[in-house]
């Protein structure tokens, strides 16, 4: 029987391993038990040798509801009164889409209005240009 190398899978720095695999193997890592934030998967292999190979990857969890907020940008500097909306919605249980809640409303950029306004300009002008063109022969 062919020997295989062994994995060992830990999130963060606990010292007990997730799970002990062997290779290859796919398995499913399960972020709804984990708070959201920064982590760390480690995986550590080890070969029918005993020689040790590691693999660190950083990743962020976000299981929590999503938050929109339009009104007001990160390390802004404002005065007065500020309007800000705020959206905050749930991704459902992951196999059914969840649609309600889960857009939110924003306000038109202001460059839609300038594209807007150039378009009817051009139109106006292309209309008073064009009607008095003469078509006599």
């Known amino acids: 029987m062919e020997e295989k190398s062994k994995i060992f899978l ?3 720095d606990d010292p007990a391993p997730i799970a002990e695999l062997y290779a290859p193997v796919n398995f499913e890592l399960d972020t709804s038990k984990l ?3 920064k982590h760390t998967l480690k995986i550590i292999s080890k070969d029918p040798r005993g020689k040790e190979g590691i693999r ?3 990743f962020e969890v976000r299981n929590g509801p999503s938050i929109a907020i339009e009104g007001i940008k990160e390390n802004a500097v404002v005065d007065g009164i500020v ?3 705020v959206n905050a919605y749930g991704k459902g249980n992951q196999k059914n889409f969840l649609i309600s809640g889960s857009e939110s409303p924003q306000s038109i950029p202001f460059w839609i209005f300038i594209i807007l306004i ?3 300009a051009w ?3 292309f209309i008073v240009t064009s009607s008095s063109v003469n078509l006599s022969v």
Do not use: C, E
Request: hydrophobic share 60%; no cysteine.
């Open 118 to 120: 150039l378009f009817l």
């Open 56 to 58: 660190v990857i950083n």
């Open 83 to 85: 309007p800000i909306m």
């Open 123 to 125: 139109t106006i002008y």
């Open 10 to 12: 830990f999130i963060d």
């Open 35 to 37: 708070v959201d934030g």
